[in-house]
């Protein structure tokens, strides 16, 4: 199956600052990739979107300026807390999809991050 | 708009015991796909399955078994002869064919099997 990969599968930050989380997909080119948060004992709710070259599209509520995300390459989605608080302390899990053929890679995910806000 | 409702908040069973975990989703989309996923407390997302709405057979894979049933929108996942492994967290999802969203999750069923 695709893989994907994200990093770093966790870690923890002082309030104030930013954190970057890797997402890249390894055997395959991702056209999409979409940014998961989940709260402890919740569900994943989709945050945003990413396509490759273009702006990532936000669920309602997800706030664009907080959670930057970056799409610049087939193979790299990035996702940056910024100024994080510790109401952002949650597991962030990203999938990414292959256009190609009938793969349907959004049903492969990263390892996801757990990020500690302190 | 799509829903997937997992009532099962938490079952708990004794190794051995065949236990199964209801899904009903709700969706205008005539193609679709719906997906089982397996959390350990290690966070990570397995993947169980993915059923294609055009096909309705029923699958086996080793001890777990998937029974679809687009009549009732039920996507019903049966453990067979549970052993303490299996305990997780599970999620059904459901995801519109050819679509550009992600998927749309259930809230989980917290799965507990005792020694």
């Known amino acids: 199956g695709a893989v994907v990969s994200q990093h770093p599968s966790r870690v923890i930050c002082k309030s104030g600052t930013s954190v970057k989380i890797e997402c890249r997909s390894l055997?395959?080119?991702?056209?999409?990739m979409f940014w998961y948060r989940q709260f402890p004992k919740q569900s994943l709710m989709l945050m945003a979107t990413?396509?490759?070259?273009?702006?990532?599209?936000?669920e309602q509520g997800v706030e664009k300026d907080k959670f930057l995300i970056n799409h610049a390459s087939l193979t790299l989605s990035t996702l940056t807390v910024t100024s994080a608080h510790p109401e952002d302390s949650s597991f962030y899990i990203c999938?990414?999809?292959?256009?190609?053929?009938?793969?349907?890679?959004?049903?492969?995910f990263g390892q996801g991050t757990r990020l500690t806000v302190v | 708009a799509q829903k997937v409702t997992q009532a099962q908040t938490e079952i708990s069973v004794v190794e051995k015991e065949d236990v199964t975990l209801d899904c009903v989703y709700e969706?205008?989309?005539?193609?679709?796909?719906l997906f089982w996923y397996k959390q350990p407390p290690s966070g990570e997302l397995v993947f169980l399955i993915r059923?294609?709405?055009?096909?309705?057979q029923n699958e086996i894979s080793g001890r777990y078994s998937w029974n679809f049933q687009k009549s009732t929108s039920s996507f019903n996942f049966t453990i067979t002869a549970s052993q303490v492994v299996d305990s997780a967290v599970y999620f059904c999802?459901?995801?519109?064919?050819?679509?550009?969203?992600?998927?749309?999750f259930g809230k989980g069923t917290h799965l507990i099997i005792q020694p």
């Open positions: 999938s990414a999809r292959d256009r190609q053929g009938s793969r349907e890679a959004e049903a492969f």
């Open positions: 055997d395959f080119q991702a056209t999409t």
């Open positions: 990413s396509n490759e070259g273009s702006k990532a599209t936000y």
């Open positions: 969706t205008r989309d005539t193609t679709y796909y």
């Open positions: 059923r294609n709405s055009f096909d309705e």
């Open positions: 999802a459901l995801h519109k064919r050819g679509g550009a969203d992600g998927l749309t």
